[in-house]
């Protein structure tokens, strides 16, 4: 998980504790949204991963701002919701992008196209990020 965190520090000049706890929400948020075999392929190839959900979990409480809201109305929230979660712990919008670009590179170096592949086009929006 260290190289990971290093690498989105280094594409997005965020701190350390933030692109971990970002990377925590984005795997939570996969592990919740995406296809559970690909999913528990990539978390098993990220020594960290399960302790990185577990702190964005427990960091997460309740609220979620009008976003989390409006998400919640619509059924759940998926992309948007993540984005509320992303901007509340810290990163700004013109880094998502580069976070989640970062993220799934990486994803894909440790585990292949054949496992970020169908993560990916499994959640709607989600392509626009990786």
Known sequence: MEELIARVTNRTGLDAATASTAIGHILAFLQKEGPATEVS???????????????????EGGG???MGMLGGM??????MA?????????????????????????????????TMGPI??????????V
Not at 85 to 113: C, D, H, W
Request: glycine share 18%; hydrophobic share 45%; no cysteine.
């Open 41 to 59: 392929k990539m978390l098993a190839a990220l020594p960290g991963s399960e302790a990185a959900i577990a702190q964005a979990n427990a960091q």
């Open 82 to 114: 993540l984005g509320q979660k992303l901007i509340s712990a810290g990163v700004p919008m013109n880094q998502m992008q580069p976070l989640g670009q970062e993220l799934f590179a990486y994803g894909r170096e440790t585990v292949g196209e054949d």
């Open 120 to 129: 990916v086009a499994s959640i709607p929006g989600l392509n626009q990020f």
């Open 64 to 66: 979620g701002g009008l």
């Open 74 to 79: 619509m059924g759940g929230g998926g992309v």
